[in-house]
């Protein structure tokens, strides 16, 4: 229990005023500003580190189809090698709002709500720590945690909103857990939403059933006699869960949306050959800060149990495996799991500094925490001006134009774009994201959608770009006559030693040939 000094005392009486709350900086605020500075200062190029991933590019164009034709395609815009192939576009509602902030911004808009909503993920990180009545310390250190372990995903794709959307609803169902709500029941139209943005809106349902479970466990665990265990409020939660699943079909392909989402995830050539679905690789730093995360979590859990309390327990359990098995899940794990370990890491903190002096360092870490956990309590309009003046300056802020040369044939496709589009073009899939979105009549071998291409095209994607035996027979079954890869691909030097294929430049990190 902390009590209210007189520097608290005086700022709790200044905030008392209505406009002092709105127009006066909080923490919070400081907070969110320092996220979006961090994420588009760092680095020369700024904010185009959000577009490692070209993904955007096709999705960016599905969304203008959307808009121009008011209707969700059902079978593929972009491949000629699975050309007319039925194609699910779940995520058609980013598509639109990418489209939309794209065509009054350019790629700045749709990179600058992408930081928007990182930067909003990571502060709902450390709000909902803050409600819990964390210590100060401890919150601002597992958010960190948090936001290192998730940066591997800070890209400009729809998965950011799963991040930000599955961290407040978690915060919803721990407020709800403390003191029921009717408020609740808005996960029922957020999953509506949430299902045609991104397909993480399962993590919510999983979640949900998850706490149904739990509740009636721990319901079980804490009865007075045999039969006399509280059984509505999992029954409560179990009905939320099964509105949940049913708002979910609320999509443009119904309940197939689900059997396509689930033969994805389950795809043993998805987590062979797509890195986002393989399990993280500890050797990296971000992954690094995870195992922290991950050990302290699964303490966490143990802790939780002996205190009866199933429902986290078990979404610790649950999202620490999904993050093991795929990489793209850490965010998801971080989302769930950060607050929990925070909240007991803090009971802990609390009890070992139990009496001690208030001129000791950790009774001048609690005074300033109690002091300051106010201004992570609220936020101020400052924010909202930032991100507004963001949105109408180019300096000193260097906006992104194009995608990042470094990673993308920026400095090819401008010289040579002529020789370039309207032809059968090897290159990698996310190049093939690039050409589409520099051109989106264009029609590509692979892209980004592994979902759609599957092990089929896939195989034969992989065995033709690393000059496996097969790669003749593969050149011919498509027809190509053009290619734009990076130096390092095997098929460069098989192709540099071909009559029929000539060199049209090579700047010592792209090659583009043509065939005579």
């Known amino acids: 229990m902390t009590t209210s000094t007189p520097s608290t005392k005086s700022v709790q009486s200044l905030l008392s005023n209505r406009w002092a709350r709105l127009l006066l900086p909080s923490l919070s605020d400081l907070f969110f500003l320092a996220m979006m500075g961090w994420l588009f200062m760092s680095g020369p190029q700024g904010w185009s580190q959000l577009l490692g991933d070209a993904d955007v590019g096709w999705h960016i164009r599905t969304g203008e189809y959307v808009l121009d034709h008011h209707a969700v395609p059902q079978t593929d815009l972009y491949s000629f090698s699975k050309a007319g192939a039925p194609w699910y576009a779940w995520e058609w509602g980013s598509d639109v709002v990418d489209a939309l902030l794209h065509r009054g911004a350019g790629l700045k808009g749709v990179v600058l709500l992408s930081g928007v909503i990182i930067a909003l993920f990571a502060l709902t990180l450390v709000r909902r720590m803050v409600a819990k009545g964390t210590h100060l310390f401890v919150a601002l250190a597992l958010a960190l945690f948090g936001i290192g372990s998730s940066s591997v995903h800070f890209l400009a794709r729809p998965h950011v909103f799963t991040m930000l959307l599955l961290s407040v609803s978690v915060w919803m169902i721990e407020s709800d857990r403390e003191k029921q709500s009717a408020k609740i029941w808005l996960l029922v139209p957020l999953t509506i939403l949430w299902t045609n943005l991104h397909g993480g809106f399962l993590s919510l349902i999983a979640a949900l059933g998850l706490t149904s479970a739990g509740m009636l466990v721990e319901s079980y665990l804490n009865r007075s006699d045999l039969f006399g265990f509280d059984w509505w409020r999992p029954a409560r939660y179990a009905v939320l869960t099964s509105l949940c699943a049913l708002g979910s079909l609320v999509n443009p392909y119904g309940y197939r949306l689900h059997q396509h989402v689930g033969e994805y995830l389950k795809s043993d050539w998805i987590k062979k050959y797509i890195q986002e679905f393989q399990s993280p690789s500890f050797r990296d730093e971000s992954m690094f800060q995870f195992e922290v995360l991950l050990l302290a979590g699964l303490i966490t859990a143990c802790f939780l149990v002996q205190r009866k309390r199933i429902v986290e327990a078990a979404w610790i359990v649950f999202f620490a495996h999904m993050s093991l098995t795929s990489v793209r899940h850490v965010p998801v794990f971080v989302a769930v799991v950060c607050p929990?370990?925070?909240?007991?890491?803090?009971?802990?903190?609390?009890?070992?500094?139990?009496?001690?002096?208030?001129?000791?360092?950790?009774?001048?870490?609690?005074?300033?925490?109690?002091d300051t956990l106010v201004g992570f309590r609220r936020s101020s309009v400052i924010p909202f001006v930032a991100v507004a003046a963001l949105a109408g300056v180019a300096a000193p802020i260097k906006w992104p134009t194009d995608f990042p040369e470094a990673i993308f044939p920026v400095k090819m496709v401008q010289p040579y774009g002529s020789e370039i589009f309207h032809h059968r073009v090897l290159t990698t899939d996310q190049w093939g994201d690039y050409l589409i979105y520099k051109d989106p009549t264009q029609k590509v071998f692979v892209d980004g959608r592994s979902d759609f291409y599957g092990p089929s095209v896939g195989n034969e994607y992989i065995k033709l770009v690393n000059g496996r035996w097969e790669w003749r027979d593969i050149m011919q079954k498509y027809n190509f006559d053009r290619a734009l890869l990076p130096i390092e691909h095997p098929i460069v030097q098989i192709l540099k030693g071909l009559p029929e294929w000539k060199v049209v430049a090579d700047d010592g990190k792209v090659v583009f040939f043509t065939r005579r």
């Open 340 to 370: 929990l370990i925070a909240s007991v890491v803090s009971e802990w903190w609390a009890k070992a500094t139990e009496g001690v002096k208030k001129t000791s360092f950790a009774g001048i870490l609690n005074d300033i925490s109690a």
